[in-house]
């Protein structure tokens, strides 16, 4: 079973017809156990980083999926739901820096480009071990951010550039996250879609 961790973000509706596509039962929940106890959980997010990571805490997401990643049970980030995975942002809610999950060390930065955000498709500089971009390492992907996570982390590290480069997807053990928005990305986004969840 699938679960899409529903703390308030706007694109979980498109996220869940997407991920129905796979074999798995998809559900979603703010509920705990349903969201420790899935195979894999699927965290969207949309809109400011700190919005975000306070709706996240409203419903224990930051314990959920820390708690996942101590069962070594797979996540998924999203947009927003990847950046959140991260220590801190530079972008502001109410002037106030807020506080990621930390479970990647670095700080989220706002991209250095004449045109922000940064909308529509792009193509992805696949890492060589990368397992979400198995047979789509060629394919674009739809992004719509102004802000992004640059510095490597521990595992796989997929890049793509606009205004410099940044880090468009991150593959761990247990948490991976993209930047972009599979759900949006047609085929190439079912295709990882389906990536990441046959290892569950």
């Not at 596509?21 to 703010?30: F, L, N």
């Not at 049970?73 to 990847?82: D, E, N, P, R």
């Amino acid at each position: 079973m699938i679960a899409i961790l529903d703390y308030g973000s706007g694109n979980i509706r498109s996220a869940q017809r997407a991920f129905e596509k796979t074999k798995h039962q998809v559900i979603v929940t703010s509920d705990y156990q349903e969201a420790v106890s899935a195979d894999g959980l699927v965290v969207p997010g949309v809109g400011a980083f700190g919005s975000c990571m306070k709706a996240l805490l409203k419903i224990d997401g930051d314990k959920i999926i820390k708690e996942r990643q101590q069962e070594k049970k797979k996540t998924l980030g999203i947009c927003v739901g990847m950046q959140i995975l991260f220590e801190s942002s530079d972008e502001l809610l109410n002037g106030e820096s807020i506080k990621g999950l930390g479970i990647f060390p670095g700080r989220v930065v706002r991209l250095e480009a004449p045109v922000i955000p940064h909308m529509g498709f792009n193509e992805v500089e696949v890492d060589e071990t990368s397992k979400l971009f198995k047979g789509i390492e060629k394919e674009r992907f739809y992004f719509v951010h102004s802000y992004a996570a640059k510095d490597p982390v521990v595992g796989a590290n997929s890049y793509c550039d606009y205004g410099g480069g940044f880090l468009a997807a991150i593959e761990s053990q247990t948490v991976s996250a993209v930047q972009f928005h599979p759900e949006k990305s047609g085929a190439a986004g079912l295709a990882l879609i389906e990536n990441w969840a046959s290892g569950l």
